[in-house]
C-alpha cells in the first residue's frame, strides 16, 4: 500500500461523523468610514497612504521621495514616462536584484487590516512586489471593502496562478520584540488612493 | 430550603474560620444549613494528578452524605468545579448527577439562588481580589479577560455591599497564582515565581487584604507573604462578607 | 543542549535560576498577550468568529478522507506535484530526493513547525544539504544551535546582546553591537544572497483550500515569498490538519490567526499559491506524522484544529515563566504539552503536568480547542497507561484511602492535622519543595469539624 492509500485509510478509519459547516454568511463588516480606517489602520502597521485624483499627481510626487535615477519599475503603461514598463513577459526574477523602487496596482483594498489584493497579472513578476525596496500600490478609493469576508466575496471564484494579501512594509520583531520595518521585503509601502477610475489608466 | 455546607479537607484542616463565615453568612440570611460531620474530600488532588480512577470511595461518600439536600454550597470554587464536572457513579448516575447539578460555590449561591442585595458588613480595608482560575474561568464567576464579552464579577457585586472597603487595581485582574494542587510541589519552580509575580502586583497597588474565593490560593499567597515577611493577609471572601 | 533526560519541572527549575531573565521573559510575553487582547476587543464580532472558525475545523475532521482528495485533485490541476509521507522519515526522504533530481545541494527555508517537528534541517546536514533558515528568529535560533522556544517567536529567548554575539562570529560585524534595527540590516543583506543564490525553497502552509487546490502561506518578514519566487523549486510541506473546505474560509482565518498571534490585524503578507510560475516546479508533501492516530483519539482530536497562532503560550502563566526550552518539544506550550504524547507517551509524559489548569490558553484559542480539559485528560491517561512515578503512585493511593474513609479522615485529623501527613505539598520536611519559599500555615487548635461538633 503507498502512503497516500495507507493515510488516507487511516484518516478514513479515525475520522468522525460528519459535521455540517456552519454558516457565515452573518459575518459581514461594516462599510461607515471605511477609508478613514483603512488610513488608520496601514497607517498604524508602518504604511502610508496618498490620496490623488489622477496619476500625474504619482509623477509629480516621486521625486520628492525617491531617486529618478534609481531603477523604478511599473505594471501600469500610464506611468512609463517615470519607471521601466514591465509587462509580465518572461524575465529571470534575479535580474529585479537591484529595484528601488516598484508601482503596481490592487484589486481593491480592506478597511479592517489595510492589506491590499494582488494577484499575478498585476504584479508582472511573481517577485516584484518582496523584491523592491520601496513597494507603491495604486488602488480605487471606491474598491474599498470592509473586512476579509467581503474581500473573499469580491475574489470569488476568480482564478490566479499566484496573489497576495500585502499589509504594510515587510517587518519583523523576532529582536526582543523590536519593531523593524524592512525585513527581506520592502522597508516601505505606499498606497495611492485613487480618487476615481483607475481603469482608464490600463 | 436546607443547604448542605461542604467545607473542603484544607479549609477544615487549616482554615475553620472561613468555614465558620461561610456557616454564619449563610445562617444570617436566614438559611438552615446543615454540615455533615462524615464529609471529607471533593477527590480533587487525586484526580487533577491524573488518579482519577480512585476517587471513586471519595465519590460515593459525596453522594451519601449530599444527596438528599436542596442544595449544597461550599465556600470554594475549585472543589465545586471539581464535583460538577467529575462527580459520577456507576450505580447511582442520577444522584451524582443531581449533586452535580445542585452544588454552588457560596458568592454565586449568594447572588444566583439568594440573590442578596444588601449585607450587613463594614471592611475599611484596601483589598486586592484575587481571582481563582477555577471559580473564574470554570464556574464563570466573573468575566474572563481573554474573552469580548460583557464584565461582571459575582465575588465583585458582593464586595461593593461591604461598607468602607476599597477595592484595589491590579496589573492583571486575572492571571493565575501558581497553586495547582500538586503542581505547588512537582513544579515548585514556576509555581513560587508565579505566586510572588501575583503577590508583587498586589503589593504594589497597597492592597492590606488579599481576598478570593478560594483558599487554596489565598494559602499559597500566604505562604510567600509571610516568607517575605509582610504584614499584608489573606482572608476568604466568606470572612469579609460575614463581618469577619 | 542535552534536554532529552529532563523533564520539564527540571528544566524550568534550571531556566528559574536567573529571576530578572524570567521576568523579562514573562514581561515581554505578556506584552503580546495585550496587544492580542487590544486587537481582538476591536472586533464585536470575535466570540462568533471563534466559534465559527471551531465549526469549520470540526467540519474538516469529520471529513478529512473527502478533503484530502479533493485538495489533491485541484492541486494537480494546477500543475502542483503532491506527494505524500507517512512520517518524517518519508518526507525528509522526500525532500531529498527532490533536491538530487534538481541537483541542488543548498536549500533555503521559511517557517515551518512541521519541519522542526520532522527535524528536517538534521536530515538535509546529515546528507550534505545546507539549510538556511530565512526567517530571522529561526536564523537567529539556527546559528546559535538551538530548536525555536516558541513557534510564532523563535528566538523570544535570546536578549539582543546575545543575539549581537551571534552575528559577530557569523556575519562578522563588531563586537557589542545589539541595536535591533542594525542586527535586522544586516540579517537582510545577508539573507538576501541566501535568496539570490538558491535554486529550491521550502515553505511551511498555513491553510490549503480544498475547493481549488491553493495554499497560503502568511509572513511578516517577506521571506517565504522571496526564497519561492526566486527558486527554480518551491517544495511546501503541510501536516494533514491544514485542509480547510473553501476559500472563502480563509476570511474567518485570517481574520483570527495574526490579531491571536501578535495583535497585527492581518500578517504582513498573507500569499496564495495556487499554480507554479513559468518554468518552476511547485511540490507539496501532505504529511500524516501521528496525525491520523490523534484523529481517533475521541478526547484529544480536538487538537489538530490548531491553527498555530501560539496566543496559548503568550497566555500561559508557567511558559512565560519556564521558557519554550523547558517542554523539550518542537512546539511547545499549552498545544505542544497536548500534542506531543501523541507522538510518544512516555519521553512527553511530563508536559500535561506542567500546567496550574487555569484555562487561559483555551479562552485565546481562535479555534477553541478545549487545551486545559484535554490536558487533564492526558493525565488520566498517562497514568493508566502506567508512566506515573511510583512514589506518586503509592502517596495517592494512600490519600485516597483517607479520603473515603470519614473514620480514618478524622483519626488522621486529630493526630495533628492529616493533611500535614498525607497531602504532598503540606508534609513538613526540609525536603519538602513547599517550604523551600513559602510557609505553611500554623495549625489551628481544632478543625472546623470539631468546632462545628461543639457549637451546632
Redesign the interface.
Known sequence: MSSREKILASVKLNQPQTIDLPDISFLKGDSTNAIEKFITVLTTIGGKVVRIKNLDEIKSLLPQQFNLESRIVTTIPELSSIAELNTGEYIDPHTLEDIELTIIRAHFAVAENGAVWITEDLMGQRVLPFICQHLAVIVEAAALVPTMHEAYQKIGEGRYGFGSFIAGPSKTADIEQSLVLGAHGPRSMTIFLLDGNLSKYI | MTVGLF?P?????????A??AT?QLLEKLGVNVI?P?????C?Q???????????S??N??FIKNFAEFDYIVAPSGSCVLHIKDHIHDDKQPLKAESVSNKIYELTSFLTDILQVKSLPARFPHKVGVHQS??GQ??LHLSQ??????PHFSKPGSLLNMVEGIEIIPLN?I???C????????????????????RVADHLQHGAEYITGVDMSCL??M???L??QGSKVKVLHIAQILNGI | MNNEQKDHAALADIFNKDEARVDWHDETLWWIRAKRDKSVHQIPEWEALRETASQIKNNVLSNLHTYLQQFETNAQANGITVHWASDAKEHNEIVHSLLKMHDVTRMVKSKSMLTEELHLNEYLADHGVDVIDSDLGERIVQLAKEPPSHIVLPCIHKKKEEIGALFHQYMGIAEGISDPQFLTETARQHLRETFLTRKAALTGVNFAVAETGEFVVCTNEGNADMGAHLADVHIASMGIEKIIPKREHLGVFLRLLTRSATGQPITTYSSHFSKPRNGEKMHIIIVDNGRTVQLGREEFRNSLKCIRCGACMNTCPVYRRSGGHSYHNAISGPIGAILAPNLDMEKYADLPFASTLCGSCSNVCPVKIDIHDQLYKWRQVIVQKGYAPTAKKLSMQAMAKTLASPTAYHLAGKAGRWVMKIAPFALNNKLNPWYKNRDMPKPPDESFGEWYKKNR
Open positions: 467545607i479537607c484544607y479549609v477544615d484542616q487549616f482554615y475553620p474560620e468555614a465558620k456557616l454540615y460531620q462524615n464529609q471529607t474530600c477527590g488532588p487525586m484526580a487533577n494528578s491524573g488518579f482519577e480512577h480512585l476517587t470511595g471519595c460515593e461518600l482560575c477555577h474561568r470554570g474572563m479577560s481573554e474573552l469580548v464579552a492583571r486575572d492571571e493565575c501558581g497553586f495547582g494542587g500538586t503542581f505547588c510541589v512537582a513544579e515548585e519552580a514556576v509555581s513560587v515565581k508565579m505566586g510572588k509575580d494559602m499559597h500566604e505562604g510567600i509571610n516568607r
